[in-house]
């Protein structure tokens, strides 16, 4: 039996004890609902439409009563027309054709006397407006921007930013009525034309123009506001409404922003507002907060920036995290444009790093990493290295990057570097990335004045934890190079070097860590080399026949990377003419400036470790691949799909073997450093490395057939950078010689108004490498070209890599490059797969095409 009113159906449901019975209420009294709808003269429609919207409201279909809601709108009672317009704005959107029949119902209600009536269209109109429904209904909404009823006004300004929102090119329609609204005295009246002035900023540059010469109106407002008395009607907690005041903030902001005149005319009121609002309540912090937003959004005075950082820095002080956190983020984006101002309250930031909030404890970390500089480095570090100590295990990987870039970029003198890093590599070694570990060795080598200090630090420190693997591999390194320096001593004024070290004890090290619990296959590959080297800086015969004993156990190893190299150690002992000459030292790597010196981007620092664009590690540290003992990474999460994707494209199979894409963060470090053979074998001999790897010669594979493709690309969202077996050091990417003479460039792709072209050139230092210029014209796409993303694929026997876009969005006109290296030993004909990905206006285009007409010369 049907329910009569909408409060026996809640009843009946509320009454229900499972599911099931719930549902069987509702299905019945749908049926009875649809039953009545076919009735002519159902005097139940207005009650009927009202329990259709809770069973709506509940989550079961109800869109029969579409038609029922627009027959109510027809009617001439009030409450009728209030129930059709719910339920129009409830059971319908603007996609739906059933829309266009309420059309001329809105029309006719926005021309109502009753101005409660007019309210209802304007607010259906507001929620559910289609661009066609814009279009037509706008002459009434501007008709009724000028009524004068301040409740119409109010409605109708809310309804124009919807109508702009769906049909931009429309805001000039409002332009007249909204600078009158500006000079409205109802509180109500000024809130929404301001919000609706804003959007038209947004949308519209030349309207941002028009709206500047409102800025003194805007400012007495403002004025009027901060020192108006109580007034019960607008009063909140003390504060003159703050809602309004913060609305003109906003708009300020927008009006202020790159424009001196509008900046000068606003910054007094500012002032005003940031010393007279109460900071002991959150409306007054709201309003402080977008003070702060608005004055380092506008051209400033600094005495006024200096105000609003000190206003963040009180903020900090507050017992309420979420304010905490505002005031942290807003110093990581201000940081940047006056440093010295937010350096004030580096003890209050550094407190914060203690917090038990971990999203507090985030932030204070990416803002500490901001502060560092050269004068306050050594303070800032340490307290870095406290909380290092006893941070999450999420915080290391990052802590231990950004501390150690800090370190290289802001060191006093080398032995505080040195120091530095390895209290990093004691603290957090198995959170070390690879690049980090391969600078630190970089620096030993580079600083011999040090060695004897550093190897005795390191052999201090692998005697007293070989847990952490970071800490192993490079003291297992640096004693395997240095050894003999190690066995000399010295004196030293820390307690903890050893003055006095046996050649035993060093091999007796290297023995126990190799039989100790954290060894792995890298670490044993690391002491093998290490052992080996030390066997041309050790005098003893007796450790020296330890030495071939160790590696003759290994022989038999299971991994066959260590089988292989104990056997080719022990073999070697075979030619004593030649192998003091093989394992003589490493020589001192040379580093590019650029690499020496990284940037940090203030508003990111966290983000900037995994995102080359910004400056972060993957762009600014170079790191070599072992052709011998290829690692492919683990691909991860976030990159999965265009493994996939790529994969299919070119050809599929396995993402590990034909295509791979990996990023720095999941690199595997490998014995790069540890290379005990200076001489490159012939596929890679003529391509500059940084730091000289372990490769036999005889373990070299030729690349076989063309019919197989290497991928690697560039994912312009992450800067994803994968480069093949023997390909050249990402750090060589940095400068390219371009000495031959410009050739000619050659079109890859030119669909859509958007053209690829490809400008190739041989390497000056070694002719087997070719630089090929990639560079995306957007000719006539006729809107900004975003989300660029470009790959290509070689063949097998070539190696590839590329460096990030100079930009993943095009304007119209523009252009960007991108650079991409290509090994080819072989000198045969250069085979591309190309990949374009891009979106403009809304349309993602993605295209897959193959180029190979680089003529002879150019490969």
Excluded at 537 to 550: D, F, K
Aim: net charge negative; hydrophobic share 40%.
């Amino acid at each position: 039996m049907p329910y009569y009113r909408l409060k026996d159906l809640i009843k009946a449901i509320r009454a229900c004890k499972t599911a099931a019975d719930e549902r069987a209420v509702i299905q019945k009294e749908s049926a009875a609902i649809r039953t009545s709808f076919k009735e002519e003269n159902n005097d139940s429609q207005h009650s009927n439409v009202a329990k259709l919207l809770y069973i709506h409201m509940l989550g079961y279909p109800a869109h029969f009563g579409q038609i029922e809601c627009l027959k109510l709108v027809a009617s001439n009672r009030f409450a009728d027309k209030r129930l059709g317009y719910l339920g129009i704005m409830l059971l319908l959107d603007e996609n739906q054709e059933v829309l266009t029949l309420v059309t001329n119902s809105l029309k006719n209600d926005m021309n109502h006397s009753n101005m409660y009536i007019v309210g209802l269209a304007l607010c259906t109109l507001g929620n559910i407006s289609s661009p066609e429904m814009a279009g037509d209904l706008c002459a009434e909404v501007e008709k009724n921007l000028g009524s004068s009823n301040t409740y119409i006004r109010k409605k109708a300004a809310l309804c124009a930013m919807r109508i702009i929102r769906k049909v931009p090119e429309l805001h000039e329609n409002f332009l007249s009525r909204a600078k009158a609204l500006l000079s409205d005295r109802n509180h109500g009246v000024l809130l929404t034309a301001t919000t609706l002035i804003i959007e038209m900023c947004l949308i519209n540059n030349e309207t941002l123009q028009t709206f500047r010469k409102a800025v003194p109106l805007l400012v007495r407002h403002l004025k009027s506001l901060v020192s108006a008395g109580f007034s019960p009607e607008h009063d909140v907690t003390g504060v003159s409404d703050p809602f309004l005041q913060v609305k003109i903030l906003k708009l300020l902001r927008i009006l202020g922003k790159g424009d001196a005149e509008a900046s000068e005319a606003m910054n007094d009121i500012l002032a005003q507002v940031a010393t007279n609002t109460e900071s002991s309540k959150n409306v007054g912090n709201s309003i402080l907060y977008e003070t702060v937003q608005t004055i380092m959004e506008i051209q400033s005075e600094s005495g006024l920036r200096t105000l609003a950082i000190n206003i963040l820095g009180k903020f900090l002080t507050n017992r309420d995290n979420n304010i905490r956190y505002v005031a942290l983020t807003t110093l990581n984006k201000t940081v940047s444009i006056d440093t010295n101002a937010v350096q004030r309250h580096r003890n209050i930031i550094l407190d914060c790093l203690r917090d038990g909030d971990i999203s507090i404890r985030r932030r204070a970390l990416e803002l500490s990493f901001a502060l560092i500089n050269e004068s306050n480095v050594r303070v800032l570090t340490r307290e870095l290295l406290a909380f290092l100590e006893i941070a999450d295990n999420e915080f290391k990987q990052a802590m231990t990057t950004k501390i150690c870039l800090a370190a290289d970029r802001f060191a006093p003198n080398k032995r505080w570097h040195i120091d530095t890093v390895l209290r990093v590599l004691k603290l957090a070694g198995n959170y070390v990335r690879e690049e980090i570990l391969s600078n630190f060795v970089r620096l030993i080598a580079q600083t011999p004045d040090l060695n004897a200090y550093t190897v005795q630090k390191l052999y201090s420190a692998l005697k007293a934890d070989i847990s952490q693997e970071s800490l192993t591999l490079s003291g297992v390194w640096v004693i395997g190079e240095y050894g003999d320096i190690l066995i000399k001593g010295g004196s030293f004024e820390e307690e903890e070097l050893v003055k006095e070290v046996t050649e035993q004890d060093v091999v007796d090290l290297m023995d126990s860590i190799l039989a100790g619990p954290y060894a792995n296959q890298i670490t044993r590959e690391y002491i093998l080399t290490a052992l080996m080297k030390l066997t041309s800086r050790l005098v003893s015969t007796s450790v020296i026949q330890h030495i071939q004993v160790i590696l003759e156990r290994h022989s038999t190893s299971i991994e066959v990377e260590i089988q292989q190299r104990a056997i080719e150690y022990s073999n070697l002992f075979k030619f004593e003419n030649i192998r003091p000459a093989v394992l003589e030292r490493m020589p001192v790597p040379e580093v590019k400036e650029e690499n020496n010196r990284p940037t940090y981007e203030s508003d990111s620092l966290l983000d900037d470790i995994d995102n080359p664009k910004n400056g972060g590690v993957d762009s600014l540290l170079d790191f070599s691949e072992d052709v011998t003992n290829p690692k492919v990474s683990v691909v991860p999460e976030t990159t999965q799909s265009t493994v996939d994707i790529l994969a299919d494209i070119f050809g599929g199979g396995s993402t590990t073997t034909n295509s791979t894409i990996t990023t720095t963060e999941n690199i595997i470090p490998n014995e790069d450093i540890i290379g005990i053979f200076n001489s490159i074998p012939s596929i890679n001999s003529n391509i500059p490395t940084n730091v000289p790897t372990n490769i036999p010669t005889q373990n070299i594979q030729q690349p076989n057939a063309l019919d197989n493709l290497r991928l690697t690309g560039i994912d312009s969202s992450r800067g994803l950078l994968e480069f093949n077996v023997a390909s050249v050091p990402s750090s060589n990417l940095d400068v390219f010689s371009l000495t031959q003479p410009e050739p000619e460039k050659y079109v890859a792709y030119n669909k859509n108004g958007f053209k690829i072209t490809l400008d190739p050139s041989k390497d000056s230092s070694n002719p087997r490498i070719i630089n090929i210029s990639v560079t995306f014209h957007n000719i006539s796409v006729g809107a900004t070209v975003q989300n660029l993303l470009f790959q290509a694929a070689v063949l097998k026997g070539q190696k590839l890599q590329m460096q990030s876009p100079s930009s993943t969005t095009i304007a119209p006109g523009a252009t960007a490059q991108q650079m991409i290296r290509v090994s080819n030993p072989q000198q045969i004909n250069i085979r591309l797969r190309l990949r374009i990905s891009y979106t403009s206006s809304g349309t993602k285009v993605d295209e897959v095409f193959d180029f190979n007409s680089f003529p002879q010369e150019c490969w």
